[in-house]
């Protein structure tokens, strides 16, 4: 198998007709489909299917698309590094909106430093959702709070984080103590994430195991706009630390909740080691170095490295 029938098999795909892909790759189109029936061959399997509209492909040939384009960009950014003499490529890298105020900036500034010509792709999304994109090979590493979808993935457990409920002090209920424990919290007004949101999950567990229900008020999917109801008074919420650094602390008080089954496990999520780029395994490497660094300079609030 050569890396020049993977480039022809994907630009097909990609243009939908081998016309078209021969012309744009600069060979004859008979030349082209000899390479692509070479490859069929090899894998003993059929990857296209002509139709009255062109090519598509068939479900093995879906499945050798994403792998066949995952080998080009490797082998892509294995020539840039040799030909510049240092680690370059592109990597993605995933953080919930709970997270990217605390480490963000440290992680893109330690790129930076130690591996500028790698070039950085950040997306912010709910946990799920990046678990969704890691299995669909969207994202090579991200920073995840479950992995229940997870299909061969490395996963390296980071960091827990302890809960806080968070609101105006001057909120009816609100507790003014430094700890508290959650069935002091039946009478706060509370608002909180949906139950499609994995820091909701793990309230609700919480609460569940003292045998007390939350008296929630309104339930809204977006970290910025539940914070600005808080800042409004119109409600507490429970979030971990990490999610109140770009909160001026004036602005809000926050107690910790003393129980122990308050908290959220933080895992560094990839792809295998085998799938990751050169430039990916580095930063998956800088990843935990940061927010290692930052737990242990206090400056991730309410967090713990994982005993292992």
Same mark, same amino acid.
């Given at each position: 198998m050569e890396l020049r029938q993977l480039r022809y098999f994907v630009r097909v795909v990609e243009l939908g007709s081998m016309g078209r892909a021969a012309s744009d790759l600069g060979v004859v189109t008979s030349a082209l489909s000899q390479q692509i029936s070479r490859l069929e061959g090899e894998l003993c399997t059929r990857l296209l299917q002509r139709t009255s509209a062109g090519v598509l492909p068939t479900d093995a040939g879906l499945a050798f698309l994403q792998q066949a384009q995952l080998t080009l960009r490797h082998a892509d950014d294995a020539v840039r590094a040799a030909q510049q003499a240092r680690l370059a490529g592109h990597v993605s890298v995933g953080l919930a909106p709970s997270t990217t105020g605390v480490l963000c900036v440290p992680f893109l500034e330690a790129m930076r430093t130690r591996y500028p010509d790698v070039r950085l792709r950040l997306v912010e999304s709910l946990s799920g959702n990046l678990g969704s994109m890691l299995n669909a090979r969207q994202l090579d590493v991200a920073v995840l709070f479950e992995t229940a979808s997870a299909r061969r993935w490395s996963v390296i457990p980071l960091l827990d984080e302890r809960l806080f409920v968070v609101g105006q002090a001057s909120l009816p209920g609100m507790p003014q103590g430094r700890r508290v424990r959650l069935g002091q919290l039946v009478d706060v007004p509370l608002i909180l994430p949906s139950h499609?949101?994995?820091?909701?999950?793990?309230?609700?567990?919480?609460?569940? @195991?003292?045998?007390?229900?939350? @008296?929630?008020?309104l339930e809204i999917d977006g970290l910025a706009a539940l914070m600005d109801a808080v800042r409004a008074g119109l409600g507490a919420t429970v979030q971990p630390g990490a999610a109140m650094v770009r909160v001026p602390h004036e602005q809000v008080a926050m107690v910790e909740i003393a129980d122990k089954s308050a908290y959220r496990r933080n895992l560094l999520a990839s792809l295998s080691d085998d799938e990751l780029s050169p430039a990916a395994l580095a930063a998956r490497v800088v990843l935990a170095d940061v927010a290692r660094t930052l737990v242990r300079a206090g400056r991730w609030p309410g967090a713990t490295l994982h005993e292992n």
């Open positions: 499609s949101h994995g820091l909701r999950a793990i309230v609700d567990s919480a609460f569940a @195991r003292t045998k007390c229900e939350p @008296r929630i008020v």
